[in-house]
C-alpha cells in the first residue's frame, strides 16, 4: 500500500530557472523514484493568472516548466504530472473552502499583506490593484492539496504560512462535516533558496534568474553576470555571501566543494571562479538541455503525457470530490449520502 502522497507545484509565470530545478523539480523526481510514495506534481496555471494577466506568457510558461520537468527525468510512470486547470476538483474545491474560511484568516497572508503595505507607502487606497484572487490565493492552494489528501507538501520557506493555512481549512472542513481531509505536512527544503544574479533570492519577481534551458553560450554569459565584490585575484575571498560559491554547492560534490573553498581561501579569481562554475553546471544539465530542445519540438507528445496525469490525478480527485459534495449536502435527491 502507497502511504505517502507527496505533491508539489510551480506557478507558471515565466522561464524554470536554476532555483525551481535546484529547489523543487531535482529533488522532487529523486523522490518519485522511491516506493511506497505517489507523487503528485502540477502546473500551477491557476495561480499564474493571479500576477500575469498575459495569455501568451501563461500559456508559453506552462509549456516550459511541463517540458523542463520531463527533460530532467521525470518518469511520467512513476509521477503524475498534470495542469491544474485540468482538474475540476480543484475549483470546485476551492468555492467550498471559500465558504467555510473566515476572512480574517486570508487578511493575515503574507502576500496580501504585502500588496497591501506597499499600497499604504505609496497612496491611500490599501485595495489599490489588490483582486480576489490574490486575496483568495491560500485557498486555491488549499485546495490544490486537499483534492488529492497529500501528506507532504514541500516547497520554500516562503510558503509555509499556506500551508498552516491549508491546515487550517481542512480542520474547520472535518470538524464542521466530518473527517474527510488529510492534514498536509509541510517539508522545507534542506537546501537554501538559490540567490540571483544580483545577490538576492533567484525570482522571476526580481528579474534576476539564471534560466535552467538556455544555449550553453547564454548560460555562461549569465554566469559572468552574477555579482561579486571588488577583490583582486590573489586575495583571499570568503566563501559566505557569495552567490557563485552558492551555486557551485547546490550541484557540487563534497570533494569539489572542499576544493571550491580552498580556491577561494587562496584567492582565486572572480573571473576563474564563474567559470568553474559555468563547468559544473552545465556539465549537469547539458543533456537535459538537448532533451529539453528536442521536447519542445514535439507539444503533442507533452500534451499527451499531461492529460494522462490529469486522468491519472483525477482518479483521485473525483471520488473524494463526490464523497465532500454529499457530506455539504449537494447530492442528488433522493440519494443517500
Ligand atoms: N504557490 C506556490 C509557489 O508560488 C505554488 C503552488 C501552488 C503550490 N499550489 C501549490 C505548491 C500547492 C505546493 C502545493 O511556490
Not at 500500500?1 to 530545478?21: C, D, F, R, W
Not at 522532487?28 to 506568457?57: E, G, M
Not at 537535459?288 to 500534451?303: G, V
Request: contains cysteine; proline residues 4%; aromatic residues 8%.
Amino acid at each position: 500500500m502507497k502511504q505517502e502522497v507527496v505533491l508539489t507545484g510551480i506557478t507558471t509565470s515565466g522561464a524554470p530557472h536554476l532555483g525551481n530545478y535546484v529547489g523543487a523539480i531535482r529533488p522532487a523526481i529523486a523522490r518519485s523514484r522511491s516506493a511506497n510514495v505517489t507523487s503528485l506534481y502540477f502546473l500551477a496555471d491557476y495561480h499564474s493568472l493571479i500576477k500575469a494577466q498575459d495569455p501568451k506568457l501563461t500559456h508559453q510558461s506552462s509549456f516550459e516548466i511541463a517540458t523542463a520537468w520531463l527533460a530532467c527525468g521525470l518518469d511520467p510512470e512513476q509521477a503524475i504530472l498534470y495542469r491544474q486547470s485540468d482538474i475540476p476538483e480543484i475549483t470546485e474545491l476551492t468555492w467550498i473552502l471559500t465558504c467555510l474560511t473566515a476572512k480574517g484568516l486570508m487578511n493575515r497572508a503574507h502576500a496580501y499583506k504585502a500588496a497591501v503595505d506597499e499600497n499604504q507607502a505609496q497612496n491611500n487606497d490599501p485595495d489599490f490593484g489588490i483582486t480576489m484572487g490574490l486575496y483568495s490565493y491560500p485557498i486555491l492552494m488549499s485546495a490544490d492539496i486537499l483534492a488529492f489528501n497529500a501528506n507532504k507538501v514541500p516547497v520554500g520557506k516562503d510558503q509555509v504560512q499556506h500551508l498552516e493555512m491549508a491546515r487550517d481549512v481542512a480542520q474547520r472542513f472535518n470538524h464542521h462535516y466530518g473527517e474527510l481531509f488529510t492534514l498536509p505536512e509541510v517539508e522545507v527544503a534542506e537546501t537554501p533558496l538559490l540567490s540571483g544574479l544580483d545577490g538576492r533570492k533567484m525570482s522571476k519577481s526580481y528579474g534576476n534568474t539564471i534560466p535552467l534551458f538556455v544555449p550553453e553560450k547564454k548560460l555562461r554569459k549569465l554566469i559572468m553576470k552574477i555579482k561579486t565584490n571588488s577583490l583582486e585575484p590573489g586575495e583571499a575571498k570568503s566563501t559566505e555571501d557569495s552567490t557563485i560559491f552558492q551555486i557551485y554547492q547546490a550541484f557540487a560534490t563534497d570533494d569539489e566543494i572542499a576544493q571550491m573553498r580552498a580556491a577561494f581561501a587562496e584567492g582565486i579569481g572572480w573571473g576563474d571562479a564563474k567559470q568553474k562554475l559555468f563547468e559544473l553546471v552545465n556539465a549537469e544539465i547539458g543533456e537535459m538541455r538537448e532533451r529539453y530542445e528536442d521536447l519542445s519540438t514535439r507539444p503533442a507528445q507533452i500534451e499527451e503525457i499531461i492529460q494522462a496525469g490529469a486522468a491519472k490525478a483525477r482518479t483521485i480527485s473525483q471520488p473524494l470530490l463526490e464523497k465532500v459534495r454529499a457530506a455539504v449536502g449537494l447530492h442528488a435527491f433522493g440519494s443517500q449520502k
